[in-house]
């Protein structure tokens, strides 16, 4: 079992860049999958990027060159790094983490992209 523990949402200016946070009550280190996912209104969570044990990451095409994830085993953080952002990366962030078979959630945090 894990808590986990998003922060570093806000507004920010198309182009603009934000970094997400998400503490775990945990070690990361052996978590199977850690993620970022993320909802906008009306619409279905969508899967924005993972980072395996092992280190492999994968990301949603439209995230591709423009979004970095990463974690910090000391601290039992993963991060994701968001530049070049555009109005419809406006969603709330959701962490994610596979300890099979069950998958742990955060509360989520809120990003807007606007002028």
């Known amino acids: 079992q894990v808590q986990l523990v998003e922060s570093g949402g806000g507004l920010v200016q198309p182009g603009g860049s934000l970094r997400l946070s998400c503490a775990a009550s945990?070690?990361?280190?052996?978590?199977?999958?850690m993620g970022w996912y993320r909802q906008a209104p009306g619409k279905q969570r969508e899967v924005v990027a993972v980072?395996?044990?092992?280190?492999?990451?994968s990301y949603a095409d439209s995230v591709k060159g423009r979004f970095t994830i990463s974690r910090d085993n000391a601290k039992n953080t993963v991060y994701l790094q968001m530049n070049s952002l555009k109005p419809e990366d406006t969603a709330v962030y959701y962490c994610?983490?596979?300890?099979?078979?069950?998958?742990?959630w955060g509360q989520g945090t809120q990003v807007t992209v606007s002028s």
């Open positions: 980072l395996t044990r092992s280190g492999s990451t």
């Open positions: 945990r070690n990361i280190s052996s978590i199977f999958v």
């Open positions: 994610s983490a596979r300890i099979l078979p069950n998958t742990y």
